[in-house]
């Protein structure tokens, strides 16, 4: 599977973005996806997976409440809708696949995608 992240840019403080991950060359199903995130200089961290049907979902504590993560199936894409940004926000993000959404978040057999930047300014 490829997957090609989109949705990044330039936001000010408390505003809204939402990140999209296109698959192609294999179907999404029965797979978990997540995304990460990595800041200069630190490394990369999990933000939010997702399970195949989406019935399980984890969230890091830095983002609950404002981030949701979602996929549609049918469209071959999962979602980050990402709410009151703030500039600790600031990273390259990535979506991720794996076999299963404990598996994806743990970073175990990921396949990653390119990242795209999101930057939040104060």
């Known amino acids: 599977v490829q997957l090609q992240a989109s949705g990044g840019g330039l936001v000010q403080a408390g505003g809204s973005l939402r990140l999209s991950c296109a698959a192609s060359g294999r179907t999404l199903s029965r797979l978990g996806m997540g995304w990460f995130r990595q800041a200069p200089g630190k490394e990369r961290e999990f933000v939010a997976a997702?399970?195949?049907?989406?019935?399980?979902?984890y969230y890091a504590d830095s983002v609950r409440g404002r981030f949701t993560i979602s996929r549609d199936n049918a469209k071959n894409t999962v979602y980050l809708q990402m709410n009151s940004l703030k500039p600790e926000d600031t990273a390259v993000y990535y979506c991720?696949?794996?076999?299963?959404?404990?598996?994806?978040?743990?970073?175990?057999?990921?396949?990653w995608g390119q990242g795209t930047l999101v930057t939040v300014s104060s």
């Open positions: 991720a696949a794996s076999t299963t959404v404990q598996a994806v978040r743990l970073m175990q057999g990921n396949v």
């Open positions: 997702i399970s195949w049907i989406s019935s399980t979902t």
